[in-house]
């Protein structure tokens, strides 16, 4: 199994701020890995496919790099909203495995 | 719009069954993969099983495999988990979430449902 490493697993920030979050895959997955916020209560939602790639109607904001086994999501000028906490998930194989997350907190 | 709607949670003893529905709408539903992923109280995103457009391949995470298995209705546009030898540790809110293609690799999931919960009691 393909174990997904978040760092920091929580970070405080203030609207504004610029943040970057890690993943590391356990093997390189080509860039077939998504990154996903969810608020308090709610379910996920979908912001970066295959690595760097915006999902429609999320903010230019939110971009995301890497490759091999080594990914960033970075969040630029934080807005309240943002405040969430954050999964990134590998498809390259089975099982589909998530990050612990990232909670991004004020 | 699509629209995932997730029912079946509970309440059950160690050891019962459940069964969860997640009734889909606005999208072609045999076009797509579709997956069930789980998220115990406190605790991050584990998927749990999924299921290609055609039904005819299924996959399941370790900690479920033998116990859970996964299927979908193509005329009532529903997808299920049928839960059997429940344990403490599959307490969770478990989501239904839509694939982004057909195949379940390679790819992701563009749309969830709101959840269902899903309490076994030791």
């Known amino acids: 199994d393909i174990q997904m490493t978040q760092s920091p697993s929580s970070l405080s920030a203030s609207v504004g701020d610029r943040v970057s979050i890690t993943c590391r895959a356990s093997?390189?997955?080509?860039?077939?890995l998504n990154w996903y916020q969810q608020e308090p209560g709610k379910a996920p939602k979908l912001l970066i496919y295959t690595a760097s790639n915006l999902q429609r109607g999320v903010p230019s904001r939110f971009r995301a790099s890497g490759s091999g086994a080594i990914y960033t999501l970075t969040i630029d000028s934080l807005q309240p909203e943002d405040f969430a906490t954050y999964y990134c998930?590998?498809?390259?194989?089975?099982?589909?495995?998530f990050g612990g997350g990232t909670k991004v907190e004020i | 719009e699509v629209q995932l709607l997730e029912s079946g949670g509970g309440l059950v003893q160690a050891g019962g069954s459940l069964r969860l529905s997640c009734a889909v709408s606005g999208f072609s539903f045999s076009s797509y993969a579709m997956h069930w992923v789980r998220q115990a109280p406190g605790k991050g995103l584990e998927w749990v099983s999924g299921i290609n457009g055609g039904g005819g391949k299924t996959y399941y995470a370790d900690s479920v495999k033998g116990r859970f298995t996964i299927s979908r209705d193509t005329s009532k546009n529903t997808l299920y988990l049928q839960m059997s030898g429940l344990r403490a540790e599959d307490t969770a809110v478990y989501y239904c979430a839509k694939d982004s293609y057909l195949a379940i690799l390679r790819n992701y999931f563009d749309s969830w449902g709101q959840g269902a919960l899903v309490t076994v009691s030791s």
């Open positions: 998930q590998q498809s390259f194989s089975t099982p589909l495995t």
């Open positions: 093997q390189s997955i080509d860039s077939y």
